[in-house]
Nanobody, 121 residues
Framework: QVQLVESGGGLVQAGGSLRLSCAASGSIFSINTMGWYRQAPGKQREVVATITSGGFTSYADSVKGRFTISRDNAKNTVYLQMNSLKPEDTAVYYC???????????????WGQGTQVTVSS
């Protein structure tokens, strides 16, 4: 069984920084893309940043230049460094991994339980 466990959320003032971590564990054969998504109250979940196994990254326009996604393939872990945080970054942040649990499995998306990030003005 695959688990994605996030950590690092919290309350921070505008202009501050936070670092999110997400570790994938359990039966994992291969991981392709990992990423971070967020969902603010009353809004749809949106992509924040993604990174492929080869290190190719992409970002939402709203976070470019402020957030940096990285990963440690040996640890099946993805990180999100968030700088210059704004009140509009307030949301529940979810980790996502596109992976195969075993050689015979198909590729599937797995989600973490979410971590709250609150930015005060």
């Amino acid at each position: 069984q695959v688990q994605l466990v996030e950590s690092g959320g919290g309350l921070v003032q505008a202009g501050g920084s936070l670092r999110l971590s997400c570790a994938a564990s359990g039966s994992i054969f291969s991981i392709n893309t990992m990423g971070w998504y967020r969902q603010a109250p009353g809004k749809q979940r949106e992509v924040v940043a993604t990174i492929t196994s080869g290190g190719f990254t992409s970002y939402a326009d709203s976070v470019k230049g402020r957030f940096t996604i990285s990963r440690d393939n040996a640890k099946n872990t993805v990180y999100l460094q968030m700088n210059s945080l704004k009140p509009e970054d307030t949301a529940v942040y979810y980790c996502n991994a596109h992976l195969r649990p075993s050689f015979s499995s198909s590729w599937s998306n797995y989600w973490g339980q979410g971590t709250q990030v609150t930015v005060s003005s």
